[in-house]
């Protein structure tokens, strides 16, 4: 099993790139939000990868982060869904945006992705409502490092260092996630929670989303 790549861009197609890692090219599908984001051929790239093994098939999929790689992993295993739908949801609304639609049961969102209809934007919601917490919770950025003069641009991935002032929207939502589920929220509450406020406001840091969550979590009256 593959589970990540690094080496130099090749080329890039429409729906694909090629990675040479030491002198062997990979073919890597990704969505059209990761492949905006990467670099020009000949550039150190690296990317988490799924691998799909069929009997007359194996294929490449890339991913920049593993909150990426994960929801790809649960959208696949949908009834109706197959890699090439799931890419077109993640890049239609990112891993952010189906964190969010999920947990806020949102299939209307999801559907604005091409070729989701109805049905399977909502059996997307139902069946993976449950999973959205675990994967708000694990959504930490994790950037990659280049080594400058490495022969086989091999890059290791490295946590980005936490902000004096305020962390990053990824770290504030994992904080505010762990921080309701503490006062003794359900998962799924508080990820319904984390969600809207983020579409509020998406750059709150974890002090902002954490009350501004509680205040939707109260009780009305």
């Given amino acids: 099993m593959i589970g990540r790549l690094s080496g130099i861009l090749g080329y890039r197609a ?3 790139i090629l990675i040479d890692v030491r002198g062997v090219g990979y073919i890597v599908y990704c969505s059209s939000r990761t492949l905006a984001t990467l670099p020009g051929p000949g550039e150190p790239v690296s990317l ?8 007359d098939l194996i ?3 890339g991913f920049p982060s593993l909150v990426e790689k994960e929801w790809h992993r649960l959208l696949t295993g949908v009834q109706g869904v197959g890699a090439k739908m799931s ?3 993640l890049g239609a609304l990112g891993p952010d945006g189906v964190s969010r639609a999920i947990a806020l049961g949102d299939w209307s969102t999801v559907k604005v992705a091409k070729g989701v209809g109805p049905k399977t934007a909502q059996r997307i919601v139902l069946d993976l409502k449950d999973k959205a917490p675990t994967i708000m919770a694990m959504a930490a ?3 990659a490092k280049s080594k400058p003069g490495d022969d086989d641009a ?3 991935p490295v946590a980005e260092p ?5 962390p990053p929207p990824a770290f504030a939502q994992s904080d505010a996630m762990s921080a309701l589920t503490n006062l003794g929220y359900s998962p799924s509450e508080a990820a319904a929670a984390v969600a809207e406020v983020l579409g509020e406001t998406p750059d709150a840091d974890s002090a902002t989303l954490i009350r501004a969550a509680l205040r939707k979590l109260a009780p009305a009256g």
């Fill in 87 to 89: 890419l077109a949801i």
């Fill in 48 to 55: 988490y990868t799924e691998m799909l093994v069929r009997e």
């Fill in 162 to 166: 936490t902000p004096a002032v305020a």
């Fill in 14 to 16: 429409e729906d694909h």
């Fill in 141 to 143: 950025p994790v950037a």
């Fill in 154 to 156: 091999v890059i290791e």
């Fill in 59 to 61: 294929q490449l999929f």
